[in-house]
């Protein structure tokens, strides 16, 4: 055979593109533009230019200056070349005001803003900014995260307007997921001031949005949003409410709801049933709250006569629901098979763990299996395990108990992807932590969360500062950011000079 060389321009156009399309387009497009005639065409055709995603890592300063560089070159170069075959971007915050004023879109119809600002939201949305000017009647699709930590009044003033905004200037949004930092409460409802006629939100279909309290949830779902279909709603709290809405009788066309609930509320009777028995067309019931003061616990039984059977359509319910501070006979105390028991009786598997106090004071935490969400609620030393693989965020209060090395390590099988947590532990670990490990059985025992990042002692006692930061018993191969009382961290880490703590502590 002769031996011959093939190069990459002799290769037909369709075959340059189907390998093109394997690859990143950014990359492509930022190496092969303005390189050869022929490359370039396939590289700028509308197939592999719909979408442009400029979303690119700046951690440290070289990666910033390698970034700018790229952004330079697509914002002088590569962007005025294909802006009308771009229908989708995808872009950082802080360089969203580069990218979008470097050409103009006239097909652009989905928006990505990723991390932010606050300040950057407010200025872009706001009825004299050149993207609402430009925009307000083309994009459709529209994601944006804000992490801003809004903590004070002005930051807090500064989200309702972009809020307002939203809702208020953008008119043909068919899809808002609108996210902003969850560690932060709003100081008061967000949207029920605006009125009906300022909401121009006629063809929203898909809805994702934080806000203060389940009046806001309320306003959203008075039957102005005729088409929305899915709604998924983060509040802060759900408080009794003199508030009158309008049409509370109209049902509602949702045909998935998703409720997720910050804080625990004594409401739920009054004010979350009564919604979800308008949502006769639903189909998809998602629900993650804290219940508490009820007469009786939710389980099954209460759930199917007050909600389920009102949604004749309804095929998936996913829940994760504690019910707290319910007062119970010490004669008629219902266990943990109880209520698994009243919810198979109705087709759905769940867990479920008890807790009672000598006061007759109860806790019951109940969630279907298998567990999707990426949040679960606060658990406790009676947690029975099982497989969390969505859950990134875990908070473990407990007042009473003593934990042990075995709980642990339940935990860390349980949440294998587990990046947050947070630990309020106040009596001792059950066996104290020996300074030196004796055999190869205790070597095994060692318990790894290879992906935690970031760890939280909130009053919790000395021993689990020792038991997690000493690598005799913990692997903490990712810890970068740790909360913990200073004189706990100096006693267990010697001064900072005890060479068993050093490894998990290597990239703080």
């Known amino acids: 055979m002769n031996n011959s060389v093939i190069r990459i321009v002799d290769i037909p156009e369709e075959m340059l593109l189907a390998i093109f399309r394997k690859l990143n387009n950014i990359d492509i497009l930022y190496s092969l533009v303005g390189v050869n005639q022929k ?5 700028c055709d509308i197939n592999f230019t719909r979408t442009i995603d400029l979303t690119m890592s700046s951690s440290d300063e070289a990666e910033y200056s390698g970034t700018n560089t790229i952004l330079d070159r697509f914002c ?7 802006y009308q075959n771009i229908e989708y971007l995808i872009i950082q915050g802080c360089f969203s005001q580069r990218v979008l004023h470097a050409s103009i879109y006239p097909n652009l119809r989905k928006l990505t803003l990723i991390n932010l600002e606050l300040k950057m939201a407010s200025r872009m949305f706001n009825g004299k900014s050149p993207f609402i000017q430009i925009f307000k009647r083309q994009i459709s699709d529209l994601v944006v995260t804000i992490n801003n930590k809004i903590s004070n009044k002005p930051k807090k003033k500064l989200a309702i307007g972009v809020y307002f905004n939203i ?33 121009f939100l006629p063809k929203i279909a898909h809805l994702c949005i934080k806000m203060h309290n389940f009046n806001d949830c309320r306003w959203l779902l008075d039957g102005r949003l005729c088409q929305l279909h899915t709604c998924i709603v983060d509040v802060d709290y759900i408080r009794k409410s003199s508030m009158i809405i309008n049409n509370t009788n109209t049902r509602l066309k949702l045909k998935s709801f998703s409720l ?44 199917a006569d007050s909600i389920i059977n009102h949604m004749s359509r309804l095929h998936t319910f996913v829940f994760d629901i504690v019910t707290r501070g319910t007062m119970t006979n010490a004669e008629i105390q219902p266990s943990a098979d109880d209520i698994r028991r009243t919810f198979a009786q109705i087709g759905i598997h769940v867990d479920c763990y008890m807790e009672y106090d000598s006061h007759g004071i109860s806790r019951c935490h109940v969630y279907s299996l298998p567990f999707t969400m990426t949040h679960i609620h606060i658990i406790t030393y009676n947690f029975p395990g099982g497989m969390f693989i969505n859950v990134r965020v875990l908070r473990i209060i407990d007042f009473v108990h003593s934990f042990d090395q075995a709980f642990f390590a339940r935990i860390s099988h349980a949440f294998p992807l587990l990046s947050h947590l947070s630990l309020t532990i106040t009596a001792e670990l059950k066996e104290k932590p020996s300074r030196q490990l004796k055999n190869v059985e205790e070597t095994r025992s060692i318990v790894e969360y290879p992906r935690l990042s970031e760890l939280t002692f909130f009053g919790a006692h000395i021993d689990y500062v020792e038991q997690f930061l000493c690598n005799l018993y913990t692997h903490l191969p990712c810890l970068s950011k740790l909360f913990v009382e200073y004189q706990h961290l100096n006693i267990v880490t010697e001064n900072f000079t005890r060479n068993a703590t050093r490894m998990n502590c290597a990239k703080l």
């Open 167 to 199: 809702f208020g200037l953008i008119e043909n949004l068919k899809y808002l997921d609108f996210n902003v930092n969850n560690n932060y409460p709003f100081p008061r409802p967000l949207l029920s001031s605006l009125s009906s006629t300022t909401c």
């Open 260 to 303: 997720y609930v910050r804080h625990p509320t004594v409401e739920f009777d009054n004010q979350v049933v009564p919604l979800l028995r308008r949502m006769v067309r639903m189909e998809t019931l998602t629900l993650s709250l804290s219940v508490v003061r009820r007469a009786s616990f939710l389980d099954g039984t209460y759930l």
């Open 76 to 82: 002088m170069h590569i962007l005025p070349r294909i």
């Open 39 to 43: 490359l370039d065409k396939v590289a």
